[in-house]
T-cell receptor, first 116, second 114 residues
């Protein structure tokens, strides 16, 4: 069945270090991937997205890498700050229609803790 | 602030009861989504509405129902509540409801069934 999962449930880094959060997916029909950040007491907040016709996309301090061959997605955060501490979710969906249309499938999440 | 408003923030009720969760989407957004977040299941898609019509259905129980009104706000009705229904329920909205659109999430309603 469709599944989006994360390799590491927790990640602790020092302020200023780079962070890498990984995600595996199994639905080969997935063509749109998103990273969300969820802080305590808040809803998920969009960070960055990538479509399947790309393998890399950069934002402000964040980079998403997509490897369709091994169905792997990663989020890189440069110069991690204490304010980056949160749970990070990868999510995927397909624009192909059918039963997956409109359904965003989330991974289980990785807890990122940034130590000052 | 995402612009999506959910009420109430917290809800405590008993098994067997019925509750209604309310969501107001961002101004201009036509599509509303409901998600359930629990420790063991993570974020699970429940249902999506677009401009008043059901667009997609996920893992929504038959005891649960939703609707989107002409003013585009949405309600999620949970009935015959069980202990396992305790979770954080999120509403999200997007402009047109296509799968590759950004979703903007509200702060959620924490439901506790005792």
């Amino acid at each position: 069945g469709e599944n989006v999962g994360l390799h590491l449930p927790t990640l602790s880094v020092q302020e200023g270090d780079n962070s890498i959060i990984n995600c595996a997916y199994s639905n080969s029909a997935s063509d749109y991937f998103i990273w969300y950040k969820q802080e305590s007491g808040k809803g998920p907040q969009f960070i960055i997205d990538i479509r399947s016709n790309m393998d890399k996309r950069q934002g402000q301090r964040v980079t998403v890498l997509l490897n369709k061959t091994v169905k792997h997605l990663s989020l890189q955060i440069a110069a991690t700050q204490p304010g980056d501490s949160a749970v990070y979710f990868c999510a995927e969906t397909s624009n192909a229609g059918g039963t997956s249309y409109g359904k965003l499938t989330f991974g289980q999440g990785t807890i990122l803790t940034v130590h000052p | 602030d995402s612009g999506v408003t959910q009420t109430p923030k917290h809800l405590i009720t008993a098994t067997g009861q019925r509750v209604t969760l309310r969501c107001s989407p961002r101004s201009g957004d036509l599509s509303v989504y409901w998600y359930q977040q629990s420790l063991d299941q993570g974020l699970q898609f429940l249902i999506q509405y677009y401009n008043g019509e059901e667009r997609a259905k996920g893992n929504i129980l038959e005891r649960f129902s939703a609707q989107q009104f002409p003013d585009l706000h949405s309600e999620l009705n949970l009935s015959s509540l069980e202990l396992g229904d305790s979770a954080l329920y999120f509403c999200a909205s997007s402009v047109g409801g296509a799968p590759n659109e950004k979703l903007f999430f509200g702060s959620g309603t924490q439901l506790s069934v005792l």
